[in-house]
């Protein structure tokens, strides 16, 4: 069933007087002569999920960098946990946690040294750090694996691990730098469930991701980022409300076959790789009927029709002007 038609949660943190747990005005960096975040302006209300969504190389990892303390913005003003990105980064820093592409995972040395090296950074006595350790590993199903190398460790579990490390400090806020690129949908569903739980224990969210549906699944507030400002920000009801209707897709087997309905067709729009055409449809009775008539004068006959509802897919697409993305079967599609 696609999202569009499943019944809308309410969101957490939509009250007006919602304290934030991030905010920017005018946030901006260049690197070199290339202008990579041109003025973004958030406002993430305190124990939501925010997601950051965009193409490779949109800039998502470097607003993490900057909102983590780890470089400073050439412009703009960046609170977070209250505090001043600038002025305040000892503040910000005792406040978050971040995990992702920079990740603090140690693959020497075991998952519970690394558990207990996090918990000297944090000043733990020892037989807390040893309690927070153990019990923090099997929260997150790898007491198992705790003596061996983290090096040994599946992607999921490192990324569990790296989840686990961030929380020694319990940290209010956290900043998860696409936690599921690259893991098999198992473990993606896995992390899934641990950033919900995270959130229910209060703790506020600010994921990064290329993946439309982990925005969807997981996100109170969607921005899509492109080419360095916010294209769009709303819930993903609100974003699928600004593209117009669905479409109908019709699939083909027969490249010739294609060929000649795409010739015939001139609205749809051709996908070549997938021998796929795309038709703009409100997906009413009447309206496929006639679609159907038409494609029967034209001689065109699919192998597959399928009717879509705007989906994220779709926005994304539509905002971000046909940028490389993966569908959410994880075909390439153009
Ligand atoms: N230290 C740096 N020096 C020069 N250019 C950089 C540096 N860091 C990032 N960039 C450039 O800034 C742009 C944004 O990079 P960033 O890593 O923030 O994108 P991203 O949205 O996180 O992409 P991805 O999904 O690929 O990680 C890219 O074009 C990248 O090449």
């Not at 991030?22 to 003025?39: F, P």
């Given at each position: 069933?696609?999202?569009?038609?499943?019944?809308?949660?309410?969101?957490?943190?939509?009250?007006?007087?919602?304290?934030?747990?991030?905010?920017?005005?005018?946030?901006?960096?260049?690197?070199?002569?290339?202008?990579?975040?041109?003025?973004?302006?958030?406002?993430?209300?305190?124990?939501?999920?925010?997601?950051?969504l965009g193409p490779n190389g949109a800039?998502?990892?470097?607003?993490?960098?900057?909102?983590?303390?780890?470089?400073?913005?050439?412009?703009?003003?960046?609170?977070?946990?209250?505090?001043?990105?600038?002025?305040?980064?000892?503040?910000?820093?005792?406040?978050?946690?971040?995990?992702?592409?920079?990740?603090?995972?140690?693959?020497?040395?075991?998952?519970?040294?690394?558990?207990?090296?996090?918990?000297?950074?944090?000043?733990?006595?020892?037989?807390?750090?040893?309690?927070?350790?153990?019990?923090?590993?099997?929260?997150?199903?790898?007491?198992?694996?705790?003596?061996?190398?983290?090096?040994?460790?599946?992607?999921?579990?490192?990324?569990?691990?790296?989840?686990?490390?961030?929380?020694?400090?319990?940290?209010?806020?956290?900043?998860?730098?696409?936690?599921?690129?690259?893991?098999?949908?198992?473990?993606?569903?896995?992390?899934?469930?641990?950033?919900?739980?995270?959130?229910?224990?209060?703790?506020?969210?600010?994921?990064?991701?290329q993946y439309l549906e982990?925005?969807?699944?997981?996100?109170?507030?969607?921005?899509v980022?492109n080419d360095?400002?916010?294209a769009?920000?709303?819930?993903?009801?609100?974003?699928?409300?600004?593209i117009p209707?669905g479409h109908v897709r019709l699939r083909f087997t027969d490249p010739?076959a294609y060929r000649?309905a795409a010739s015939?067709l001139r609205e749809a729009t051709p996908d070549d790789e997938a021998l796929a055409l795309q038709i703009p449809s409100?997906?009413?009775?009447?309206?496929?009927?006639?679609?159907?008539?038409?494609?029967?004068?034209?001689?065109?006959?699919a192998d597959e029709?399928t009717?879509h509802?705007p989906d994220l897919d779709d926005v994304f697409f539509a905002l971000t002007g046909g940028a490389d993305r993966t569908d959410k079967k994880g075909e390439a599609v153009r």
């Amino acid at each position: 069933m696609p999202s569009s038609v499943m019944p809308t949660p309410r969101r957490r943190g939509d009250g007006p007087q919602s304290p934030a747990a991030v905010s920017t005005v005018g946030l901006r960096k260049s690197y070199g002569g290339k202008t990579v975040l041109d003025g973004i302006d958030l406002h993430i209300p305190a124990g939501t999920v925010f997601a950051l969504l965009g193409p490779n190389g949109a800039g998502k990892t470097t607003a993490v960098k900057i909102l983590s303390t780890l470089i400073t913005a050439d412009g703009g003003q960046a609170q977070v946990a209250g505090h001043d990105v600038a002025t305040s980064p000892d503040g910000v820093r005792a406040a978050i946690g971040v995990t992702g592409q920079f990740s603090a995972v140690d693959g020497l040395i075991t998952g519970e040294e690394n558990m207990l090296l996090m918990a000297d950074l944090h000043h733990l006595p020892k037989a807390e750090g040893r309690r927070v350790a153990a019990e923090l590993l099997e929260r997150f199903d790898l007491t198992e694996a705790a003596k061996k190398p983290a090096s040994t460790y599946s992607g999921g579990m490192k990324r569990r691990l790296d989840i686990a490390m961030t929380l020694v400090g319990s940290p209010r806020i956290i900043f998860l730098d696409e936690p599921t690129t690259g893991l098999d949908p198992r473990s993606r569903h896995n992390m899934w469930q641990i950033i919900r739980e995270l959130v229910s224990d209060g703790v506020t969210v600010f994921l990064t991701t290329q993946y439309l549906e982990e925005a969807d699944e997981l996100a109170d507030r969607i921005a899509v980022l492109n080419d360095g400002r916010i294209a769009a920000e709303g819930t993903a009801d609100e974003l699928k409300r600004l593209i117009p209707g669905g479409h109908v897709r019709l699939r083909f087997t027969d490249p010739a076959a294609y060929r000649s309905a795409a010739s015939a067709l001139r609205e749809a729009t051709p996908d070549d790789e997938a021998l796929a055409l795309q038709i703009p449809s409100e997906g009413s009775q009447r309206e496929l009927r006639s679609l159907l008539d038409w494609l029967d004068a034209a001689g065109v006959e699919a192998d597959e029709l399928t009717m879509h509802s705007p989906d994220l897919d779709d926005v994304f697409f539509a905002l971000t002007g046909g940028a490389d993305r993966t569908d959410k079967k994880g075909e390439a599609v153009r």
